[in-house]
């Protein structure tokens, strides 16, 4: 070990404060600064859709595999989408295997209401035939390697995978109730808005970060994401606890969050189109 590791392992408030001082991160950024994106679509071939997003040293991979399923009573025109995050040990070991833990409900829950919240797609564009048949979207985030910042990596991660669905068309007869699926036509799913989430980690009241790594979260005091639309209005804000947010910091977090929207965007549409070429 050099005597910076050693310093990191055996000191790491101190290590880490030494770097805030000078307005920077361990890992060089400034503060308000995010991290590199590499998306790429497509890469689960079994899947209707899929992506894999590194942020920083963050790597989720998303696969969605489409069913045929029937139309709840109370909503006999809609379909579903169904989030579901899962953390296993070998991304990291603050994980453990067995059951879904509270971190990956939570990242599961916080999909599902990113979707609704922002109607990224009519639930009614998902109905096959009312009161008979429906798409259900299950889709499957998988964290491969853990360094902070899950929220946006997952919703990178699911938006991107959306956007690279193909379902093929079903046609139905109701003379001889047959339905049929033609896997050589396929169709892509009408989206109707694209959020960008960021998250900014809280180490004091008066210093802030913007994009987490692992190392960011652990000095924290908490982090709040916000979710914004492509027009850069503010769809929803999640915080599950920590340091509270003045109504300044909150102002400079959106404007911040602003600026990644037409980014991330812009990188999702450019690894989709490369998927077609």
Not at 115 to 133: G, M, R
Not at 164 to 179: A, C, H, M, Q, W
Not at 232 to 244: A, E, V
């Amino acid at each position: 070990m050099t005597s910076l590791q050693v310093w990191r392992t055996f000191e790491p408030d101190s290590y880490y404060k030494t770097f805030l001082e000078h307005s920077k991160r361990p890992d060089s950024r400034n503060l308000s600064s995010f991290r590199p994106i590499n998306i790429k679509v497509g890469t689960v071939t079994t899947a209707e859709g899929s992506a894999t997003v590194r942020l920083g040293h963050t790597t989720v991979m998303c696969g969605i595999k489409a069913e045929i399923a029937t139309p709840t009573l109370r909503h006999p025109d809609e379909g579903f989408v169904v989030p579901n995050v899962e953390l296993y040990p070998c991304c990291s070991p603050m994980f453990k295997a067995g059951p879904p833990g509270e971190r990956a409900i939570g990242l599961s829950q916080f999909l599902k209401n990113v979707i609704t919240s922002a109607e990224v797609l009519l639930p009614s564009d998902l109905c096959i035939v009312p009161n008979k048949f429906a798409w259900c979207l299950y889709c499957d985030v998988v964290c491969l390697n853990y360094d902070g910042n899950l929220y946006d990596a997952s919703l990178i991660a699911l938006m991107a995978a959306l956007q690279n669905v193909l379902l093929p068309e079903v046609s139905y007869d109701e003379e001889s109730e047959r339905t049929t699926v033609s896997p050589e036509k396929t169709l892509p799913l009408k989206l109707k808005r694209k959020p960008v989430s960021s998250t900014f980690t809280m180490y004091s009241e008066s210093i802030q970060l913007v994009d987490p790594t692992a190392e960011d979260e652990e000095q924290g005091g908490g982090e709040v994401t916000l979710v914004l639309l492509e027009d850069g209005s503010l769809c929803t804000i999640h915080k599950p606890g920590g340091h509270s947010i003045a109504s300044n910091f909150l102002d400079k977090f959106i404007d911040l969050a602003r600026k990644r929207v037409t980014l991330v965007n812009s990188a999702i549409h450019k690894a989709v189109a490369e998927r077609k070429v």
